[in-house]
């Protein structure tokens, strides 16, 4: 071999060799999307949201949607994630209190107002036509949406009049779904989730003082070491994703 083409062998060989030592050597690897864990009635404004994030050069996050309720215990058995948005303030305290969230981070994103829903042109339009009936509802002892509308019942006096034709739902999606279906004959759900769907009509609006107050926290897991979670959380507050928002029906919190 000759000296020359040792020489070019070793040149080639370490060409060969640079960007592996580098790509080692490199403290991080690529940017990766933060995980968000979401209740289930933000799922079509929220992907719309990522989709402008991910838009703008940012690795899209990875949504799942679920109750509240449901998320809040997936989190403290340690599923790994960055973001968590609920639908009430309580399973955000419970996370809190569990020293689960960053609470710096937190912030209330938006509100909503809740519905009773029947199937297009049905012909029960109201509690007192329900008869044998079913209504469909977050489940009311842990989902929030359910939890609002038993509370908005009581208060009105209502809720003993249709405690015994609940059908409790795993969150509000499911409600809706029920109704959409037409095996639920009325249903309660937000406001947004009606305007999601062109299978029901809102046939009554509850009043805002029957009811806690909706608003959406959201926060940064204690867990999450991801960049891009602070930084979609902070683009969630933007004048952009407040636009989206607000196009789906939601709130903006003051």
């Known amino acids: 071999m000759t000296k020359t083409f040792s020489a070019t062998l070793r040149w080639i060989c370490l060409a060969l060799l640079l960007p592996l030592i580098a790509a080692c050597g490199s403290p991080t690897g690529p940017a990766k999307g933060p995980t968000v864990l979401a209740a289930a009635s933000l799922q079509e404004s929220l992907e719309e949201a990522a989709k402008a994030w991910a838009a703008q050069g940012h690795p899209a996050p990875v949504l799942s949607f679920a109750g509240s309720s449901a998320l809040a215990r997936q989190v403290e058995q340690g599923a790994p994630a960055d973001v968590f948005i609920s639908a009430d303030q309580e399973w955000m305290d419970y996370l809190a209190g569990k020293n689960l969230i960053q609470p710096t981070t937190r912030i209330d994103l938006l509100t909503n107002r809740i519905v009773l829903i029947a199937p297009k042109g049905a012909a029960v339009r109201g509690l007192d036509a329900l008869g044998e009936g079913k209504l469909a509802l977050a489940d009311p002892e842990a989902v929030p949406a359910g939890r609002y509308a038993k509370a908005s019942l009581e208060s009105l006096g209502e809720w003993q009049g249709v405690e015994n034709k609940v059908v409790p739902a795993e969150n509000v999606r499911a409600a809706l779904a029920l109704v959409e279906r037409g095996e639920a004959q009325l249903g309660i759900v937000y406001a947004t989730d009606a305007k999601a769907s062109d299978k029901v009509e809102v046939v009554r609006e509850f ?48």
Do not use: C, Q, V
């Open 207 to 254: 009043p805002a003082s029957s009811h806690p107050p909706i608003r959406y926290p959201a926060a940064l897991l204690a867990g999450s070491d991801n960049p891009e979670g602070k930084a979609f959380l902070e683009f969630l507050s933007s004048a952009e994703a407040n636009k989206i928002f607000a196009s789906h029906g939601f709130g903006i919190a003051e």
